[in-house]
């Protein structure tokens, strides 16, 4: 019973999970494909990173603390060709950080390619659709305003110790002008879509803040609160009730990291650095 409900992959999840594989096995230097081109084979396996159930390897990556949901969680989940699947399962060579480091990396290379497909351009209502998504009334707290000069990127970059993230950053603050645009003729309607979007990001990050006791912790872990955060944005795009399920999944992504990366520069994650 644990062991199927922890397989129980959300439709979500799995066009996630294909659409940053870029056809490719996550393991580094493979040259699997895994959808074949030429016929409807797939060689693929969804693979968890912490197991989806005990006792299934002589030293397994099995997290009692874990729920199911957080078992099949697009986070906890890594796409792998069969070979390199049964060779992932030496739990003592691969380990939990090792398979997280080997789907962050992929997972980012391919999130730098989508930059110059001009997904944007071909599907210039993704981004409308994403604030869609996460631009609802779910925090009822008073948050700090955005500063009225936000910092230079790389200060910022620098000053928080981003390293997986800082490429990502540097190749999706391209899209903040036309995104501003969009906010523009947001509030010049009277929503207030754009506000909710920058609150709900922002308390997003103090919940992750939280977890640390200062701001050394916050440094050593910039990449995994900046992930966390996209985690949670995911999760809200996923219960949306206004899905567009005719925008590709690729495209909701770049939008997605194009309003992050926005807030990123607004200071509504990660720390503003100090002013001259």
């Keep these: 019973m644990a062991k199927n409900s922890a397989r129980n992959y959300s439709q979500l999840t799995i066009k996630r999970l294909y659409g940053l594989s870029r056809n490719n096995c996550a393991f580094p230097g493979c040259p699997v494909e895994l959808l074949s081109s030429e016929d409807e084979n797939n060689f693929s396996n969804i693979c968890h990173i912490e197991d989806a159930n005990p006792n299934l390897h002589k030293s397994d990556r099995y997290n009692p603390n874990m729920t199911n949901d957080q078992r099949r969680d697009f986070k906890n989940l890594l796409l792998l060709c069969a070979n390199h699947h ?13 398979l997280q480091d080997m789907k962050r990396n992929h997972e980012s290379q391919t999130k730098q390619k989508l930059s110059g ?19 609802t009334s779910l925090f009822d707290i008073s948050l700090p305003d955005e500063p009225m000069t936000a910092p230079d ?29 969009i906010y523009d003729e947001i509030e010049r309607i009277g929503s ?10 922002k308390k997003l990050y103090l919940k992750e803040k939280g977890k640390y006791n200062s701001f050394n912790e916050i440094k050593e872990n910039a990449d995994s609160i900046f992930s966390n955060v996209e985690s949670e944005l995911w999760e809200l795009i996923d219960k949306s009730d206004n899905t567009n399920n005719n925008l590709p ?20 994650i990660l720390e503003e650095p100090p002013k001259a």
Aim: net charge negative.
């Design 117 to 135: 497909q001009d997904l944007i351009g071909k599907y210039p209502s993704a981004l409308n659709t994403v604030i869609g998504h996460i631009g």
């Design 249 to 268: 999944i690729e495209a909701i992504e770049i939008s997605l990291l194009v309003i992050m990366v926005d807030a990123f520069m607004r200071c509504n």
């Design 192 to 201: 207030t879509k754009k506000e909710l979007v920058l609150r709900n990001i």
């Design 86 to 98: 049964i060779e992932t399962n030496d739990t003592e060579k691969y380990t939990v950080k090792v």
């Design 153 to 181: 990127p790389e200060l910022k970059i620098q000053f928080n110790q981003v390293i997986q993230y800082r490429p990502i950053i540097e190749e999706y603050s391209v899209y903040q002008g036309k995104l501003s645009m």
